[in-house]
């Protein structure tokens, strides 16, 4: 019997744990930019369910919630056709993460519509910048650069009328719901600018003690434009509102300019609200 030439040993492999840093970045070091977290770092969740538990709890600026993703927001806006400075810089300025539930704070500035209880939303972004922007074309606001006497129907949690109180001298909003407009009180506490007066009620009858208006909005689609609305639009000021459009078969963003000479109608944007209804519960 014959030996054979002894097997060579075999080659030696480079470990595969742990791997080199090279081996993972191919060498080569990304630019370092700012990292968005969709939630706070693991050590913070006791402290942070504590104060859930606690109801002192509200997002902090951590991760999706940043003022530098609220920044982004507006920078879509901008390119999207928002061209409204002032528009712009109370979107900047007004943090809606802070009006939706704390579960749904890392899409607060995505462009979406959020709900807010009690089958109400809150609308897109892109949808109430282009309502805002359309307000800021109505004579009396480009004569006076801001809102005038703002009247809005549909408070929900309060996200558009802290942006109104911005842009308007004073803001009437109306909530319907009981449940929303405690609900809005309570967001917008440590929120206001300026004069803004949540009142609880049915929107379709207007406010008359604070009428006419320079700007009226509705954050609700009706079958038809109450008089009220109209009886309480003053000379050279423009309502924005969605309203069910016969001629498209489905809701369209209505504006109405009352002019010396009589009122003025425009159909716009196709858009989807929730109804509008009377009455208060």
């Avoid at 539930?101 to 959020?114: I, K, M, N, P, V």
């Avoid at 423009?238 to 209505?254: F, H």
């Avoid at 010396?260 to 509008?276: C, I, K, M, T, Y």
Wanted: aromatic residues 4%; contains cysteine; positive net charge.
């Amino acid at each position: 019997m014959t030996r054979g030439t002894p097997p060579a040993p075999p080659a030696s492999r480079p470990p595969r744990f742990p791997l080199a840093l090279k081996q993972v970045s191919g060498g080569t070091r990304a630019p370092v930019g700012e990292v968005l977290r969709p939630q706070a770092p693991l050590q913070h969740a006791a402290a942070t369910a504590a104060q859930q538990a606690a109801g002192r709890h509200q997002p902090s600026g951590l991760g999706l919630d940043s003022a530098a993703v609220r920044q982004r927001m507006v920078q879509r806006l901008h390119a999207d056709g928002i061209r409204v400075d002032a528009v712009l810089q109370a979107f900047a300025t007004v943090e809606r993460h802070r009006f939706v539930d704390t579960a749904l704070a890392t899409q607060a500035y995505e462009d979406t519509s959020l709900p807010i209880g009690l089958s109400q939303t809150i609308s897109k972004p892109s949808v109430v910048a282009r309502m805002l922007a359309l307000l800021f074309d109505g004579a009396t606001a480009r004569a006076q650069g801001h809102l005038g006497r703002v009247l809005e129907v549909g408070t929900g949690c309060g996200y558009q009328a802290a942006l109104l109180a911005l842009l308007g001298r004073s803001v009437v909003s109306i909530e319907r719901l009981k449940a929303l407009h405690d609900k809005a009180r309570e967001n917008l506490a440590e929120h206001r600018h300026g004069d803004l007066r949540l009142v609880y009620g049915d929107g379709r009858l207007g406010h008359p003690p604070r009428a006419p208006f320079d700007s009226i909005i509705a954050a609700a689609g009706g079958e038809d434009l109450p008089a009220a609305w109209l009886e309480q639009l003053a000379i050279g000021g423009r309502l924005v509102a969605p309203m069910q459009d016969a001629a498209r078969g489905g809701q369209g963003l209505l504006v109405v300019d009352r002019r010396p000479e009589g009122l003025q109608r425009q159909w716009l944007d196709a858009v989807h609200f929730v109804p509008l209804k009377s009455g208060a519960a």
